[in-house]
């Protein structure tokens, strides 16, 4: 018996070792690309479109970063659900420190749907003057170039919307560290491999740039209002327009809180689930992206027969060689090379989190327990 599950653990090592080198070479493939595309003069008038809920980490600077942009013409407008919300304020003394911006605030009080967030964005959108919309995060911030190199492949008109890769902006926590980690060694290899194996068919929250038109196409925000993976919809629904998604080479940053480990877990556990009811056959595929704690128990298992620790090397070593080609040479995370320690910690939990996300429906959304079906959030029962 344990024989025969030391040579199933190997198997799916070599799966997982298959998925890394993959990895590495869409990485790669995406710096190469990135290196050659060029960067048009198309400037179009831009209106961010960004949603407030309390006050998030480095806000106020994400805030100013947006104000700073080397372009010729751009608006932002906030939303808030609630008149108390105390993110106002931070908007108020942003107006009053730039005031040669167009900034708006929206009060969006009426609930059009389970997901706060985009009830907000569908009320926000009347007040939105231009053509070309943004929708990003509260917590990014971004360099003076990012809009003139977002909008710049707008100039092609099959072009239906650009995204951006980001890098986790780790607090002093543990949880927060391990979020950060995860972000730069296993959600963005996943992006970039599904880039390269089956194109892009999704956003990422960090940027979602697009026309008012294709909005318009795929239903408004209205038909987003009860999904959780709102980001992953309006970029799989552009796509299916037959509209192109594009990756930019810009990278963003992220902010992220002070996650305690149970934060952290909540957190994890709420995108698992989110990814299984929005493409299943695709979720149980990521079983194999586990290689590393594969190989442990195939060590294990195999009571660390020579062959199973020449497997483990070989499999850290590929594994290390993933990470630091997307943390370190796509994303430029400066803050990876301190956190590389936490790699095995992080891959072990990644796979737990992976058998845990079929053990419910239900997870938890700033305080709000939902029941998921289909990829749409429902209230959960008391």
């Given at each position: 018996?344990?024989?025969?599950?030391?040579?199933?653990?190997?198997?799916?090592?070599?799966?997982?070792?298959?998925?890394?080198?993959?990895?590495?070479?869409?990485?790669?493939?995406?710096?190469?690309?990135?290196?050659?595309?060029?960067?048009?003069?198309?400037?179009?008038?831009?209106?961010?479109?960004?949603?407030?809920?309390?006050?998030?980490?480095?806000?106020?600077?994400?805030?100013?970063?947006?104000?700073?942009?080397?372009?010729?013409?751009?608006?932002?407008?906030?939303?808030?659900?609630?008149?108390?919300?105390?993110?106002?304020?931070?908007?108020?003394?942003?107006?009053?420190?730039?005031?040669?911006?167009?900034?708006?605030?929206?009060?969006?009080?009426?609930?059009?749907?389970?997901?706060?967030?985009?009830?907000?964005?569908?009320?926000?959108?009347?007040?939105?003057?231009?053509?070309?919309?943004?929708?990003?995060?509260?917590?990014?911030?971004?360099?003076?170039?990012?809009?003139?190199?977002?909008?710049?492949?707008?100039?092609?008109?099959?072009?239906?919307?650009?995204?951006?890769?980001?890098?986790?902006?780790?607090?002093?926590?543990?949880?927060?560290?391990?979020?950060?980690?995860?972000?730069?060694?296993?959600?963005?290899?996943?992006?970039?491999?599904?880039?390269?194996?089956?194109?892009?068919?999704?956003?990422?929250?960090?940027?979602?740039?697009?026309?008012?038109?294709?909005?318009?196409?795929?239903?408004?925000?209205?038909?987003?209002?009860?999904?959780?993976?709102?980001?992953?919809?309006?970029?799989?629904?552009?796509?299916?327009?037959?509209?192109?998604?594009?990756?930019?080479?810009?990278?963003?940053?992220?902010?992220?809180?002070?996650?305690?480990?149970?934060?952290?877990?909540?957190?994890?556990?709420?995108?698992?689930r989110a990814v299984r009811d929005s493409r299943r056959a695709g979720y149980l595929g990521l079983a194999i992206t586990h290689a590393l704690?594969?190989?442990?128990?195939?060590?294990?298992?195999?009571?660390?027969?020579?062959?199973?620790?020449?497997?483990?090397?070989?499999?850290?070593?590929?594994?290390?060689?993933?990470?630091?080609?997307?943390?370190?040479?796509?994303?430029?995370?400066?803050?990876?090379?301190?956190?590389?320690?936490?790699?095995?910690?992080?891959?072990?939990?990644?796979?737990?989190?992976?058998?845990?996300?079929?053990?419910?429906?239900?997870?938890?959304?700033?305080?709000?327990?939902?029941?998921?079906?289909?990829?749409?959030?429902?209230?959960?029962?008391?």
């Amino acid at each position: 018996m344990f024989a025969a599950l030391a040579i199933l653990f190997a198997l799916l090592t070599l799966a997982g070792l298959a998925y890394y080198i993959i990895s590495i070479f869409s990485a790669r493939s995406f710096l190469h690309d990135a290196a050659l595309r060029q960067r048009t003069s198309y400037t179009p008038p831009v209106s961010f479109l960004k949603p407030l809920k309390g006050i998030d980490p480095g806000i106020y600077e994400a805030f100013r970063s947006h104000c700073l942009q080397d372009y010729p013409e751009f608006e932002i407008v906030f939303g808030v659900s609630d008149p108390n919300d105390a993110a106002i304020p931070l908007v108020q003394q942003l107006q009053r420190e730039f005031p040669s911006v167009a900034i708006k605030l929206v009060i969006a009080e009426r609930a059009l749907g389970a997901n706060g967030k985009v009830s907000t964005l569908a009320q926000m959108l009347p007040h939105a003057r231009y053509d070309h919309l943004i929708v990003n995060d509260s917590d990014i911030t971004i360099t003076t170039d990012y809009l003139s190199r977002v909008m710049s492949p707008f100039a092609d008109s099959k072009v239906g919307m650009v995204t951006c890769l980001y890098r986790g902006i780790a607090a002093n926590t543990l949880g927060s560290k391990l979020e950060s980690l995860g972000i730069a060694t296993d959600f963005i290899p996943g992006v970039l491999t599904a880039r390269t194996l089956q194109g892009v068919k999704f956003g990422l929250g960090s940027t979602l740039a697009f026309r008012r038109s294709s909005l318009q196409r795929i239903g408004g925000f209205e038909s987003l209002v009860d999904h959780l993976a709102d980001d992953y919809e309006l970029g799989a629904r552009i796509a299916a327009l037959g509209e192109k998604v594009i990756v930019s080479e810009m990278i963003v940053g992220h902010h992220l809180p002070a996650y305690t480990f149970g934060d952290f877990f909540d957190h994890q556990l709420r995108w698992a689930r989110a990814v299984r009811d929005s493409r299943r056959a695709g979720y149980l595929g990521l079983a194999i992206t586990h290689a590393l704690p594969w190989a442990l128990l195939a060590v294990l298992f195999a009571k660390a027969a020579p062959w199973s620790l020449a497997l483990l090397l070989v499999t850290f070593l590929v594994r290390l060689t993933m990470a630091i080609t997307v943390g370190h040479h796509v994303l430029r995370d400066p803050q990876l090379a301190r956190h590389l320690w936490l790699l095995p910690l992080r891959d072990v939990l990644g796979l737990v989190l992976w058998f845990a996300s079929f053990a419910g429906h239900t997870i938890v959304w700033r305080g709000d327990r939902f029941t998921l079906k289909d990829g749409k959030l429902h209230p959960a029962k008391s």
